[in-house]
């Protein structure tokens, strides 16, 4: 998404038919220890040098990190413009000299997709490897995160709906008191509750979707809101699953378990849902 955004044709030839035949794919490198939340204070730096950077420091949290191929790294270049001028993104080959792996992390949930730091010690990036003009990287950071935020919010829905069906073709069967439990009302709210608010987030997501297809000027908002809603509904409906099938929820010989375990990143990764909720209203504010 980086390259969609800023990249020159050249990028765009060089990398992406890779990704889109499966060949190759790209994790996104923002985060660093001590700039999560707050990624504009960035430590890692790139020099320029031999018609070329010089990259040094690390990134966390990287999604795929040992699996991709290519690394969209953003890194401070200038430290007297701050973010706004004095960051810059750069493609960075899994293969180039001085990068490397820091240990898998141990995580609650989504066990199916490896997250790692990675680490760069002088590690030198061709010229022609920077994305957009030097100085934009932030701009294209937060570009990026208003369209790709909007998949998270689908994933959220995805996880949601595989709870509420486990959830539901459960009930039928679960027999307590001589009769289905789905046919006591406490249920048959649960339920409802689950379907209506897992809807309602689909909606949104789909919205926020469109609007990032069409490049929309209010898609910081929408983006933002598809996923902080559909990550918010997805852990409640998750939960609520564990809990329509009470002990057998809480065992791994049923989904649900592992289905509100992979929600919860939905709601920390891409910008906290606190996070989400500043964005919203910086952009409702604004006028």
């Known amino acids: ?9 050249a990028l765009l030839q060089t990398y992406l038919p890779q990704v889109a035949s499966g060949e190759a794919m790209f994790s996104y490198a923002l985060s660093e220890r001590e700039a999560g939340s707050d990624a504009a204070s960035m430590k890692a730096r790139a020099v320029e040098k031999d018609g070329g950077w010089v990259l040094n420091g690390q990134k966390s949290w990287i999604s795929n990190a040992g699996i991709s191929k290519y690394y ?3 890194a401070v270049t200038d430290p007297e413009k701050g973010a706004r001028g004095g960051i810059s993104a750069f493609v960075v080959h899994g293969d180039d000299e001085g990068f490397s792996l820091g240990t898998p992390e141990r995580k609650l949930g989504i066990h199916g997709s490896p997250t790692r730091e990675i680490l760069f010690d002088n590690c030198w990036i061709p010229g022609d490897r920077i994305v957009g003009a030097p100085g934009t990287g932030f ?3 937060m570009s990026t995160l208003d369209h790709t ?3 998270i919010g689908a994933q959220a829905v995805g996880i949601a709906q595989g709870a509420l069906d486990v959830a539901s073709a ?8 001589g009769k289905s439990i789905a046919s006591f009302q406490g249920i048959q ?3 409802a509750d689950m379907a209506m608010k897992l809807e309602a987030a689909r909606q949104l997501v789909y919205v926020a979707a469109a609007k990032s297809e069409r490049q929309d000027p209010d898609l910081t908002f929408f ?3 598809a996923k902080c809603f559909a990550s918010d509904m997805a852990m409640e409906i998750t939960t609520d699953a564990v809990q329509a099938l009470g002990g057998a929820g809480y065992t791994k010989d049923w989904p649900v378990e592992r289905y509100m375990r992979d929600a919860k990143i939905t709601q920390i990764y891409e910008g906290t849902n606190q996070i989400q909720r500043v964005v919203m209203a910086r952009e409702l504010l604004r006028a």
Do not use: C, N, S
Request: glycine share 6%; hydrophobic share 50%.
């Open 1 to 9: 998404m980086p390259l969609l955004v800023a990249g020159d044709e």
């Open 72 to 74: 969209t790294v953003m």
């Open 139 to 141: 701009q294209t950071a």
């Open 149 to 151: 935020r909007v998949t």
């Open 170 to 177: 459960y009930v039928k069967d679960r027999q307590q008191f």
């Open 189 to 191: 709210f649960m339920i």
């Open 223 to 225: 983006g933002a809101a």
